[in-house]
């Protein structure tokens, strides 16, 4: 599944991967050697991360329900704690150094699964 940003409809991932069951969201990116370019994790829910045993770098996108953008936290470094977003119920993590600055707070995350646009609460149904 792709994943664009509005205003702008500029994608920033083209394959996203969901982790909402509890194991797939505790495992995430840990131990992985790298995340691909073009490639994300979506998490849900989830309104707080952390990259302990992790290799790399990440860019975070944390959303509410409607895919608002209500935090954005660019390249955090490995065996770190991210702030809780109150609010939040989705976070994208996507490989450190993707977003350079082009989502801020107040956009809104589109996701699309072969050209058809789907609302960010129907992917973790």
């Given amino acids: 599944m792709k994943c664009a940003v509005r ?3 500029q994608i920033i991932a083209e394959a996203v991967q969901v982790a909402d ?7 995430g990116l840990m131990f992985r050697r790298q995340l691909p370019p073009g ?3 979506l998490l849900a829910p989830c309104f707080q991360i952390h990259t302990c ?9 944390f959303c509410d329900k409607s895919g608002r953008v209500l935090y954005v936290k660019e390249n955090m470094k490995p065996w770190r704690l991210g702030r809780l977003v109150r609010g939040g119920y989705y976070t994208l993590e996507l490989p450190g150094g993707s977003l350079k600055g082009c989502v801020r707070p107040g956009d809104e995350l589109l996701f699309a699964d072969h050209f058809n646009q789907i609302p960010l609460g ?3 149904k």
């Fill in 53 to 61: 045993f992790m290799r790399f770098s990440i860019d975070a996108v």
């Fill in 122 to 124: 129907e992917i973790t």
């Fill in 7 to 9: 205003p702008g409809g």
């Fill in 39 to 41: 490639q994300g994790l």
């Fill in 21 to 27: 069951t509890f194991l797939s969201r505790l495992a």
